[in-house]
């Protein structure tokens, strides 16, 4: 709460400035500290929604917050006005509180939308929301955010093993440490047992794939992206999901004309490459970075991946832009898929006649990979009566209603994936639709990026997101590791049998000491 740069929006009330974020509506006093007004938490609004609101009116009793809905899958923006009037009664009183501990400083939209659902319709629990106290200023580089996520999660463990336990961790799924069964539940019961949910309705191969190394589901996704590289078919090889090192090189070197779409530098390819596959280097609590998959991966980047700045062109097709042509048709790009709609956007015209597939490894049977935006854990140390109502409010963050109001990631509940790419469709059809009304031709049209679009390719990204074969997901202790004795590796310092017997032993320390991997 210390860093006013944290609130989106700050607006000023009979000389009382305000500020807004996904706890409440707060007071800023003459020392610039801030002091709370409204908890958004004793509300029935959606808090992420709330948060890109301002303050129009304030009194002790009375809030007016004006918010934006940034929905990416309509082209138009929609306002809504919230009046926030004191209560004669607490409409939850008697309630037995479920705390939900926020691993970020923020919800996203569906994670608000859950909490709003749940404390509306449950009648024996309330959850109340509080947020990691990261306190970031805007300037951290990597290694500095991954400190302060490490010092909350140690806080975590700290508080979970003093028995001054959150019931329900979200977002937590980036923080390795916690993956250990003297902190959190192993979910699989959870999902698999006659509470459970229907795996068929949820895309299961990135909840399997987000398993830890012991087996355990200590953190299921929520939501999430999906990296890979987008190619023909004809391109690529028919009926493949990856590539192995050898045939990645000729693909980059037949196809691309010896330009690797993927533009990471050596190391950040490497670590990338270990991060997919990096339950496979752990098991049961034993580090095996010594193998020749890891050696053969290096000793690939190393000899085929140069460190060059992008220019202007590589930073542009990083992203997806809605209108222009399709970058894809220059020829087969890395990307990541944040919402549905991004791939609809840009395979509109061309999506039979191309695939999504993994970056390369040793067997190349490697596809896409999935990065976790939100996630949920139960604690492990709760009362089982708390595990069951923690269950009950994860169940209704899985439910189809909440997951099709995600705005910030790819829906694990797949009616609610394929609702969100339908509506782009039909959004897309529409302005298409209203352009040749307007006496535009197709020609024109397909200049910027604009096609009449077959319902089928909602099918095809369902596909993309069951194509999933890892969660991209590395300890930031160990990646850190690696960063650190890769680097002689890579400037020929030191070979890569000693490199790979050294970070084998330094992780492995880690591990003993966490016990868990």
Partial sequence: MENLGSYRFMTEQNGQSMAVDSEGIWKINSKLEVEPAISLSNTYINANYASTGTVAYYKDDMAILFANDQDYSI?????????????????NAGKTILDVYVMSDKLSYSEAEAIVQFNSTNP??????????????????????NEKINNVANQLITDIMSGNSPDVILDGASVKQLNNPE???????????????DKSKYFSNIIDNAKASDGSLYQLPVTYSIGGILAYKSDAGEGKTGFTVDEYNQFVKQICNGKNPVSLSKMDFFVDCIARGYVDYMA???????????????????????DQPKTDEDKASDYVVFGGENPIKDGPIDTIINRPEDIIYQASDIHKSFGMYGYPSVTGKDGPTAYVTSSAAISAVISEEMKIASWEFIKTMLSEDVQKKEQDGNPINISAYTYKAQKAVDTMNASYDSNIKTGMEEAELAQIGLYRIDDSITDYVVDIAKSVTSVNSIDTSVEKIIY??????????KDIDTIARIINNRVQTVVNERGAA
């Fill in 284 to 306: 049961e609590g034993k580090v095996n970075f010594d193998t020749p998959e890891f050696k053969a991966l290096a000793e690939y980047a190393n000899r085929y991946i140069f």
């Fill in 183 to 197: 902190f959190l539940t192993n979910l699989s019961g959870y999902v698999d047992g006659n509470s459970g949910i």
């Fill in 124 to 145: 024996d629990y309330f959850a109340r929301v509080s947020f990691a106290d990261l306190n970031y200023s805007g300037y951290e580089d990597a290694e500095e955010k």
């Fill in 75 to 91: 082209t138009l923006p929609q306002y809504t006005v919230y009046i926030l009037t004191k209560a004669d009664k607490n409409p």
């Fill in 484 to 493: 650190e004795e890769m680097g002689a590796y890579f400037a020929g310092q």
